[in-house]
Nanobody
Framework: QVQLQESGPGLVQPSQTLSLTCTVS??????????WTWIRRPPGKGLEWMGG???????YYSPSLKSRTSISRDTSKNQFTLQLSSVTPEDHAVYYC???????????????????WGKGTLVTVSS
């Protein structure tokens, strides 16, 4: 059973950088063909996919957040990290880490969806 756990500060000041870590247990972040993602839900709004890092270390970002987002990993600790710079109150949300799995067939990748999620962590942006 794969488990994911988000960690990081619950309060970030405006214009600062939000940094969250997802610790994975029960599975490796280098397992084919997984993508380890960050998703958030602002209060009263829907889920927003922010980006992810693949089993091979390749990163993917939402176009709307790409200029402020960096996702990295530490394979020795089986962790991956989100950094979101220049935060504003608009970034106030519950942040989730999750795993998306793909199958590879005939030269193409097919998503099987997000199968494991962390419980989420609330981040407030306020001075």
């Amino acid at each position: 059973q794969v488990q994911l756990q988000e960690s990081g500060p619950g309060l970030v000041q405006p214009s600062q950088t939000l940094s969250l870590t997802c610790t994975v247990s029960g599975g490796s972040i280098t397992t084919k063909y997984s993508v380890w993602t960050w998703i958030r839900r602002p209060p009263g709004k829907g889920l927003e996919w922010m980006g992810g890092i693949g089993y091979d270390g390749i990163t993917y970002y939402s176009p709307s957040l790409k200029s402020r987002t960096s996702i990295s990993r530490d394979t020795s600790k089986n962790q991956f990290t989100l950094q979101l710079s220049s935060v504003t109150p608009e970034d106030h949300a519950v942040y989730y880490c999750s795993r998306e799995v793909f199958t590879y067939s005939s030269g193409s990748y097919y998503s099987e969806g997000l199968d494991y999620w962390g419980k989420g962590t609330l981040v407030t942006v306020s001075s």
